[in-house]
């Protein structure tokens, strides 16, 4: 029995010894731990990564603020309307409609309250389809385009805003029918997607066939 209580309060006193040692280094570990914390986490240069996301943030504000202020100059513009304008011309393509007016000017184009190049993502492609009627008669910074296009993608209003400027040109001058036809810019292409069939896959492509 004197070795077994022996044993028990010699293990008693392992036990908080134990304890005392692992108190110590968990008090003394938290101190250098706030420390590498507060130093990584915090840099100096913290103020100008909170800059950098500032700006991010305005950048639709100022996006917002441009499409205003393109309204606004439209509207100055165009008193009354894109319908109360005398030099205006309606274009089609697909499913696209643009309407166009034209006014003496600098060469401006503006698509839906939105500068050209920035509505048609910048695609040569396209830019070109809307300047070719100006550029065929000399026009390149002589008149300023507003356009109202909906319906379709942007190929297709690209394509309607070209026939409608076109058209819009006849009303400054019938002179101006003889170089336009001759490029082709008064005639409405009239291709369009040609319809799905019943019994095929698509328009024309059928199921493959099968003998057996």
């Known amino acids: 029995m004197a070795i077994a209580l022996s044993s028990l309060t010699s293990s008693f006193s392992s036990l908080s010894f134990s304890s005392q040692i692992s108190q110590k280094p968990f008090s003394l570990s938290l101190t250098p731990s706030l420390k590498s914390t507060n130093s990584s986490q915090f840099p100096k240069s913290n103020p100008s990564s909170l800059t950098?996301?500032?700006t991010v943030a305005a950048e639709p504000l100022t996006a917002d603020l441009e499409t205003s202020s393109l309204e606004k100059y439209?509207?100055?513009?165009?008193?009354?309307?894109?319908?109360?304008?005398?030099?205006?011309?309606?274009?089609?393509?697909?499913?696209?409609?643009?309407?166009?007016v034209i006014q003496e000017g600098t060469g401006k184009f503006i698509i839906n309250y939105r500068d050209a190049k920035e509505y048609l993502q910048g695609n040569p492609l396209w830019l070109q389809y809307i300047k070719i009627p100006l550029a065929t008669l000399g026009y390149e910074t002589s008149y300023d385009v507003f356009v109202?296009?909906?319906?379709?993608?942007?190929?297709?209003?690209?394509?309607?805003?070209?026939l409608g400027i076109a058209r819009a040109l006849l009303k400054v001058s019938e002179d101006h029918r003889k170089p336009l036809r001759k490029e082709g810019l008064l005639t409405r292409d009239a291709r369009i997607v040609e319809?799905?069939?019943p019994g095929l896959k698509k328009a024309r492509k059928a199921p493959q066939f099968s003998k057996r």
């Not at 109202?148 to 394509?159: C, D, N, T, V």
């Open 74 to 100: 439209v509207k100055s513009r165009l008193p009354g309307g894109f319908a109360a304008q005398t030099l205006i011309g309606t274009g089609r393509r697909k499913c696209a409609i643009a309407r166009v």
């Open 195 to 197: 319809r799905k069939k």
């Open 148 to 162: 109202k296009a909906h319906g379709g993608g942007l190929s297709g209003q690209a394509q309607a805003i070209s």
């Open 52 to 54: 950098v996301v500032a």
